[in-house]
């Protein structure tokens, strides 16, 4: 009984951890060909698992896309590399490099953003 418990238990263990580790995957971004992206924020959200910035890009053809920019790391990662709920606002225009979508959609996972100021903030990683 003591050997089954123990079996379910590691069972158990390997199905949540590998559900974790799958969730935080990178893959589906381009990491090998960082992008510049400037633009002018539309919300920023300091929140966990990860943070997000919303940008308004005007893309080469002149239209306007909306752009989710996905941190890599947690609240607490970010404010230990200087991030704070104010550190842009909307309507700011920020300069933002990223590792974008490997689909092409409008998305991509922050490395680093230039804000107004030309404080520069990693993306805690």
Do not use: C
Request: aromatic share 6%; no cysteine; net charge negative.
């Amino acid at each position: 009984m003591k050997y089954g418990f123990l079996g379910l238990a590691a069972i158990l263990g390997l199905v949540v951890t590998g559900g974790t580790l799958a969730h935080h995957s990178n893959a589906h971004f381009n990491q090998e060909v960082p992008i510049q992206l400037e633009g002018t924020v539309i919300e920023y959200h300091l929140i966990n698992p990860h943070s997000y910035i919303y940008l308004d890009v005007t893309e080469d053809d002149g239209e306007v896309s909306e752009w989710a920019l996905e941190t890599g790391g947690g609240v607490g990662r970010l404010i230990r590399s200087n991030w704070s709920a104010d550190s842009m606002q909307p309507g700011d225009i920020i300069v933002a490099t990223v590792a974008p979508l490997r689909d092409g959609t409008p998305g991509a996972l922050l490395i680093d953003v230039t804000l107004p100021d030309g404080t520069v903030l990693g993306a805690g990683e």
